[in-house]
């Protein structure tokens, strides 16, 4: 089409009818729904109102809760999929960032050094085991999953750049990881990167005769516990197994830790339970102390420098334009520190016990609705059972008519509940319908893990024909 075509004079108006900072935060849920399906994703509003969550305007959130502006406090065990470790505005890292803009310092910096990147890297290197010492910074997950399958693939070369992936694992939806989510939904019929093998999720023997295989393979990507797939975790002898596997046939093992990572399952990085470290791992979500987005991959120094080290090959992947951006690093400075000063791994590793001990005992209470309790830490799967045919034929007939996504999982009627009733928060899964995920941030006290129980012990004693109709009535007729 020519520019003639246009008259720009009438289709550039003199000055767009914008919407200013205090017009955003005056925003009411009516007006946010409209702007939601007219602009950002229409369907994922069809999803908020299945759950009763389209009703919700946050106003502002502290520590454990979300603080809406009719005075609603929501105990946050959603956690943001593990991007809220340190709980909403923790004081020390709002104080950090108030310091580094009242200095005005510098954000982006391509051209020279930036002290706060130096600094990060450092740090990510004292606490990463081993030689684990070269740090990618970028802003998300993808990003530094992409950077960790990358600098493999870089450090192997072009005749062993095939990788092993596990069923059911998520890495993000950038078209590289997208490749190795095993998910049909996400994946559709985009053209993915097709050197690449699907083995169960914690089963040696498929990784083992893959490899003995095909030569041409020299990667595996692995979440430690797989999140999506329903919080998964495969044992020690696993990991171990993995690690002398990959050392005698000279294949890379990437650690994803973007979501089990940081501190939640009660070490800083999962893996570190099995005595095992990977040539490369990845962590984001919370790093930027829940309040900026930051993302690291990190490679032993022999992966990356093989990759990257020298000058012809230093600018291949990277630096990323927001990778190093200083008031993400200082927020990721404060928080690495925070959770070594304020023992919030620890916490993890503690209150996750309650909690899943707790989880435990309410199992053995409603043994026909739960089916497994499971995780690490922080990190925490409710498996129910699920009960599409044991619902009596009246409300069979009733959950048919809701949407797909409900049909025979109680998940959404519990987590539609719990925040309608409990003024509480859960996750739900991408891969397992059945399961809820609690990532509470790794501040939650004892009184939190209680006070979250209680809630949904009380819930789930109102039996299942109850809370179907309960969610009918309260949820999905509103
Ligand atoms: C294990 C894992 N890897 C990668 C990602 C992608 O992270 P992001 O959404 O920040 O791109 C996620 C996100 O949930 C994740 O859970």
Known sequence: MSMAAYDLTETIPARPKLLSVEDAKALDVRRMKELFSAHLNPGQVHFLKLLGFDKIKVESARGMHYITDDGRRILDFFGGFGSVAFGHNHPRILAARKRFADENRHEICMAFMSQYAAALAHNLAQIAPGDLDMVFLGSSGSEAMEAAIKVAEQAQGPTRSKVIYAANAFHGKTKGTLSITDSVLYQQQFALVDNRVKVPFGDLNAIRSAIESDPSIGIVVLETIQGGGGIIEAPASFWQGLRALCDKHGVLWVADEVQCGLGRTGRFFAFEEFGVIPDVTALAKSLGGSKSAMAAMIARREVYMKAYGKPKTALI?????????????????????????????????????????????????????????????????????????????GLKHMVAL?????????????????????????????????????????????????????????????????????????????
């Open 402 to 478: 809701l949407d797909d996504k409900l049909k025979g999982s109680l998940c959404g009627f519990v987590g539609a509940l719990l925040l309608k009733d409990y003024d509480t928060l859960v996750a739900f899964t991408e891969y397992n319908r059945n399961v809820i995920r609690l990532e509470p941030p790794l501040v939650a006290t004892r009184a939190d893990v209680d006070r979250f129980c209680d809630a949904f012990d009380d819930l789930l004693s109102r039996g299942v024909a109850r809370i179907v109709t309960d969610y009918l009535r309260k949820v999905a007729v509103k």
């Open 317 to 393: 992947h990277g630096p990323a334009t927001f990778g190093g951006i200083g008031e993400a690093c200082i927020s990721a400075i404060e928080g690495l520190n925070i959770l070594y000063e304020e023992d919030l791994i620890g916490n993890a590793e503690r209150e996750g016990a309650h909690l899943i001990k707790r989880l435990k005992d309410i199992k053995a209470r409603h043994p026909t609705l739960i089916k497994d309790v499971r995780g690490k830490g922080f990190m925490v799967g409710v498996e129910f059972n699920d009960f599409s045919e044991t619902l009596p034929f």
